[in-house]
């Protein structure tokens, strides 16, 4: 009998990921991480975030209903250094970053996942609505059927080693589906709400956590337009993101948005939604699923964000970790966000923008 660790946050969808897998004559461990612990306790348990101690319960009830195994992880050193670190490293950069993409690669599928095979487990498995395709030359990764609540875009970063060892049981399903069956197999979390927010930022104002734990985030300096005339005065460029319109306090007689921010010079340019929209992208760290890196160029449909429409793009690889991405429709992104291929239900990779 296989045996499989599950990560379980306490919510709903990896609840009924470690009751189909019992089901499917696994030998199924359920595991919580816990997270984060320093924010105000109130905020978390009314946020319902994953970190809690309230989900690690939730967690553990599912577990002792099923009749399966649980234990509780602590990984507070590693998602502070890996993400939260991380995060507000890349604000302060001038950067957007996305901490759900570092958690799933430094934290699900990295620390988690060594632990669980060296505790000799065959398999780790998550509640994303993603699916794998196992084939002869190897482990694909394909979109969730609901289109709605597609989760490939955050799992992009995935090797082949990691798929291989890899179980994604409610990605052939709607959500729709997966409360039902959560009801069906009686399971305290299957009303349970949705997370939006950042696990570690349950108020939802990351300007205020970035303040918080770098101080010198604060230190104002001018707001330019493309020509680099002066408009106003920002509190400083870790608290602006490319694309933002709104909380400018600037006033020129059309909408302005954020084009680039420029932290050495302490600077945000501002432009129109046509100086906004670019072309070209560029990519670093890129990764490709099935282990090959591209040499030659490639038609694919590409993701700028995680909710983001697909657009048609042709991807020109520069070496085997870098590419520019020809975007053949409009679009827009910030360095430090997640570009990601795919060519139909099929991801073939992705990077993180530079440019």
Request: aromatic content about 8%; some cysteine.
């Amino acid at each position: 009998m296989a045996t499989v660790v599950v990560a379980m946050s306490g919510g709903v969808d990896s609840s009924v990921a470690a009751a189909m897998l019992r089901d499917q004559g696994y030998d199924v461990i359920g595991v919580n991480l816990r997270l984060y612990s320093k924010e105000d306790s109130q905020a978390y348990s009314l946020n319902k975030q994953c970190c809690t101690l309230d989900s690690m319960r939730d967690a553990e009830a599912v577990c002792r209903k099923l009749g399966i195994p649980f234990y509780a992880l602590n990984m507070e050193r590693e998602f502070t250094r890996d993400v939260v670190d991380y995060f507000v490293s890349e604000y302060l950069q001038g950067k957007t970053p996305n901490p759900c993409l570092a958690c799933n690669a430094h934290i699900k599928f990295h620390h988690l996942f060594e632990r669980a095979m060296a505790l000799g487990a065959d398999y780790i498995a998550t509640g994303h609505y993603a699916r794998l395709r196992r084939t002869e030359s190897g482990v694909k990764l394909l979109t969730g059927v609901d289109a709605a609540k597609d989760q490939s875009y955050t799992l992009y970063m995935l090797s082949q080693r990691e798929l291989e060892r890899t179980l994604l049981p409610i990605g052939e399903q709607t959500k729709a589906e997966t409360r039902e069956l959560a009801r069906k197999y009686g399971l305290v979390t299957a009303n349970k709400p949705e997370s939006q927010d950042i696990c570690f930022i349950p108020s939802g104002d990351y300007r205020a956590f970035v303040r918080r734990l770098a101080p010198h985030a604060e230190s104002p300096g001018p707001i330019v337009d493309t020509s680099g005339r002066q408009l106003g005065v920002h509190h400083g460029v870790a608290f602006y993101t490319i694309g933002q319109r709104k909380g400018l306090g600037i006033t020129v007689g059309k909408p302005m948005y954020v084009v680039r921010l420029d932290p050495e010079k302490n600077m945000v340019v501002v432009g129109t939604k046509e100086e906004l929209s670019s072309r070209e992208i560029r990519l670093c760290d890129v990764n490709y699923i099935d282990g090959s890196p591209r040499t030659e160029a490639f038609e694919c449909e590409v993701k700028l964000r995680y909710r983001g429409a697909s657009i048609p793009a042709i991807v020109h690889p520069e070496d085997d970790r870098s590419v520019r991405v020809e975007l053949l429709g409009p679009g827009n992104v910030a360095p430090g966000q997640a570009v990601v291929f795919y060519q139909g239900e099929e991801v073939l990779g992705g990077g993180k923008a530079t440019s």
